[in-house]
């Protein structure tokens, strides 16, 4: 199993542009997240799906959508890039059947927006 | 609300020392706590869980935690540091009504010094 595969790895962008940060996960789980880390801030939710066909705001949705294709698949848009969005995006996804799961991690795509 | 504290965005230790990593929380509720692990350019992967079973928890690697509800706190510790240990650790709190997201900590620096 690959477990949670994310692209592309490293992206840069220029101010306006628009990009799709894609995610899938082979593991059958419900639940799926894109976090954003930045230095010192730790790791904040922008937006999740517990279940296919439910999508809900996180923590800083601002400048963001996202799409959850099927259960394998939950991508994040940026519609329009801003400075501000240059951040290192994680995908994750959990089981989602109690609380308590583990929430497994893919490897990451480090954005730079110019 | 949750919440979660980590005193300490940066802990130099001797290899052989004790390593000790300080999480703080607040749930309304009764939560479960996770300590994630993130080495250099990689996704977080979870080092241990508490799920209101034994309040001391043994992870993965030598690490262990032990939730004290009456300090609100799950320390994580190790009584030997490796050269290997050397990483970003962080604390995640999730709670009943919250749909299975976690909240996470700032994060903490753990060197490793020879």
């Known amino acids: 199993n690959a477990g949670v595969t994310q692209t592309p790895k490293f992206q840069v962008l220029k101010t306006g542009q628009s990009m799709t940060l894609q995610c899938a996960q082979d593991m059958n789980h419900n639940s799926m997240y894109w976090y954003r880390q930045d230095p010192g801030m730790g790791l904040r939710l922008i937006y999740y799906?517990?279940?296919?066909?439910?999508?809900d705001k996180g923590e800083v949705p601002n400048g963001y959508n996202v799409s959850r294709l099927n259960k394998r698949e939950f991508s994040l848009r940026l519609e329009s890039a801003a400075p501000s969005q240059t951040s290192v995006y994680f995908c994750?996804?959990?089981?989602?059947?109690?609380?308590?799961?583990?929430?497994?991690f893919g490897p990451g795509t480090r954005l730079t927006v110019t | 609300a949750q919440s979660v504290t980590q005193l300490g965005s940066h802990v130099s230790v001797s290899e052989g020392a004790l390593v000790l990593l300080r999480c703080n929380y607040s749930s309304s509720v009764p939560p479960y706590l996770f300590w994630y692990v993130q080495y250099p350019n990689q996704g977080l992967q979870l080092l241990l869980k508490?799920?209101?079973?034994?309040?001391l928890v043994k992870g993965i690697n030598g690490f262990e935690a032990e939730f004290k509800k009456s300090e609100t706190s799950f320390h994580l510790t190790k009584p030997s540091a490796h050269m290997s240990d050397a990483a970003e650790y962080f604390c995640?709190?999730?709670?009943?009504?919250?749909?299975?997201?976690?909240?996470f900590g700032k994060g903490t620096l753990l060197t490793v010094n020879p």
């Open positions: 508490y799920t209101s079973a034994a309040t």
């Open positions: 995640a709190v999730e709670s009943g009504g919250s749909n299975y997201k976690l909240t």
């Open positions: 799906s517990a279940s296919e066909g439910t999508t």
């Open positions: 994750a996804s959990s089981e989602g059947q109690g609380y308590g799961g583990e929430q497994y």
